[in-house]
């Protein structure tokens, strides 16, 4: 029997780090020493009494079905989280807890947008933004983000791409791919802009906390946001967590029912021990955040100095998250070849920017979330064999 795959599949796309890292690990099986700046993903271990907290909620039997929207222990943890860290003023009822932040995404564009509607989306970006609308039948529209604006996305481009059909804004800051991070100037610029056409934002803050150079800003904390908002966070980069599978977003109360009815009919519920893990996470001590942060600047500061001094390469300083973004179009190839050519020869394995969208043609990404010693061999490796492209 030939099995015919549904039409829709075709407009979904996939996370090219997970193909990279794949190809990275036949070559490691081959013998090949690799360095791994493609995965975006803290090394560090979780945190030891989240673990505990975790281990002691299955000791105590939370292994059963809980709330869909979330144990109402941790709404609350999440509101009074947000609070004390001055981001948003919210309560329990509009928090919705899932697996992971990436059925956020879903969830909204699924509740809120359909054919016909199009949705604005930060190129180079998340590649799963425009993959979940396309397949949810919206129109993908991307919203370029310029190296000269030091990747930080222009109201006024925005505004010259909103139509009657747009129904959604997605907001990415501190961002993936390029580090960049949004003032409060941009903010609210953009809200104008929203409010003049009365849009949905997604504001996807999962790097809130990994912010080097002054505070944090978000479309939320401009006045008339939060009723026409969606705050996506969790606690995979905050705390280390990625394996844990726990997101969050905040809605406005319009959307929480249709969010959580969609959770009742994919995934029931998110599981319970791992959610008092998540009150752990949030009410616990800071210090091991902080510390990772620090470390993360610590590497943001040698593979910037590093690449910059790359014959060919020019890279700016990220202001958030840990991703660097630099540019290889003085090289004269595609960054795909590039992206190739490094981790053949280099041993060293990172993203070109075509797989966050068309815009980031010219551009690489690599992901400093390993530790200096290993980001210095890479940056040595590079040096070392990228003359081989131009000769």
Known sequence: MEIRLAERMGRLGTESAFEVLARAKALEARGRRMIHLEIGEPDFDTPAHIKEAAAAALRDGH???????????????????????????????????????????????????????????PDPGFPMYPSIAAFCGATPVPVPLREENGFRLDPEELAALVTQRTRLLILCSPHNPCGSALTREDVEAIAEVVLRHDL??????????????????????????AERTVL?????????????????????????????????????????????????????????????????????????EGLNAIPGICCQEPQGAFYVFPSVRNLGLPAKRVEEHLLERAGVACLSGTAFGRYGDGYLRFSYANSVENIRDALQAIAATLPELTT
């Open 63 to 121: 292994t059963h079905y809980v709330p869909a929207p979330g144990i109402p222990r941790l709404r609350e943890a999440v509101v009074e989280f947000l609070a004390r860290t001055g981001r948003l003023t919210a309560t329990p009822d509009r928090v919705v807890v899932t697996p992971g932040a990436k059925p956020i995404m879903w969830y909204l564009m699924l509740a809120t947008c359909q054919e016909g509607d199009e949705v604005l989306y």
């Open 200 to 225: 949905l934002v997604l504001s996807d803050e999962v790097y809130w906390a990994i912010r080097y150079d002054g505070p944090h800003a978000s479309i939320l904390d401009v006045d008339g946001m």
């Open 232 to 304: 996506l966070d969790g606690w995979s980069k905050t705390f280390a967590m990625t394996g844990w599978r726990l997101g969050f977003g905040v809605f406005p109360p319009a959307v929480v029912e249709p969010v959580t009815r969609l959770v009742i009919n994919s995934v029931s519920c998110t599981s319970a021990f791992s959610q008092h893990a998540a009150i752990a996470a949030l009410t616990g001590p800071w210090e091991p955040v902080e510390r990772m942060r620090d470390e993360f600047r610590r590497r943001r500061d040698a593979i910037v």
